[in-house]
T-cell receptor, first 115, second 113 residues
Framework: AQTVTQSQPEMSVQEAETVTLSCTYD???????LFWYKQPPSRQMILVIR??????QNATENRFSVNFQKAAKSFSLKISDSQLGDTAMYFC????????????FGQGTRLTINP | ETGVTQSPTHLIKTRGQQVTLRCSSQ?????VSWYQQALGQGPQFIFQ???????GRGNFPPRFSGLQFPNYSSELNVNALELDDSALYLC????????????FGPGTRLLVL
């Protein structure tokens, strides 16, 4: 079974700073997907960024980028030039390439951006 | 393009009752997954439906059941409610089971007293 661990329950930074959220996972699969989802107080889970394990290049989406270390089973999210609207719970998630397409989530990191 | 919608937004039930939660998938999506998110936790996979058939199930008892309709909307039914069933129930849709990105609805908050 796959597990996802987020070791930082809460983080807080000032607006415009850069912040990195950590995620590690455990799997015996070789091909899979990794995701970061954001859940603001409105509760709706929003996809932030996606990484395919077979791609060596780290994914980027505007101010969001990941550091994917496959051998170390590590998948961190970097948010540059943080904004007040980035305040939310952030979940790291894993999905196998085959079988039931279920997301396995970590426990989440509560990120607060202070003005 | 209409996103994923869920109803109701909030619900209060008592222990032992039954509840039905509803989800309308995003236009063009034929796969629906349901997740349970307890307070302060990450979501847990309940099951997935693809073209009206169950396509995978998580570690939830049989009193959690579901349906998918020809228009790909879906229901989650929970019988014999227990206090621990209090949670946010999230529905997510995707174009196909093999499409890795799932798009989530706003959830239904269920409180069991």
């Amino acid at each position: 079974a796959q597990t996802v661990t987020q070791s930082q329950p809460e983080m807080s930074v000032q607006e415009a700073e850069t912040v990195t959220l950590s995620c590690t996972y455990d799997t015996s699969e070789n091909n899979y997907y990794l995701f970061w989802y954001k859940q603001p107080p409105s509760r709706q889970m929003i996809l932030v960024i996606r990484q395919e394990a077979y791609k060596q290049q780290n994914a980027t989406e505007n101010r969001f980028s990941v550091n994917f270390q496959k051998a170390a089973k590590s998948f961190s999210l970097k948010i540059s030039d943080s904004q007040l609207g980035d305040t939310a719970m952030y979940f790291c998630a894993f999905m196998k390439l085959w079988g039931a397409q279920k997301l396995v989530f970590g426990q989440g990191t509560r990120l607060t951006i202070n003005p | 393009e209409t996103g994923v919608t869920q109803s109701p937004t909030h619900l209060i039930k008592t222990r032992g009752q039954q509840v039905t939660l509803r989800c309308s998938s995003q236009s063009g999506h034929n796969t629906v997954s349901w997740y349970q998110q307890a307070l302060g936790q990450g979501p847990q996979f309940i099951f997935q439906y693809y073209r009206e058939e169950e396509n995978g199930r998580g570690n939830f008892p049989p009193r959690f059941s579901g349906l998918q309709f020809p228009n790909y909307s879906s229901e989650l039914n929970v019988n014999a409610l227990e206090l621990d069933d209090s949670a946010l129930y999230l529905c997510a849709s995707s174009p196909e089971p093999s499409q890795e990105t799932q798009y989530f609805g706003p959830g239904t908050r269920l409180l069991v007293l």
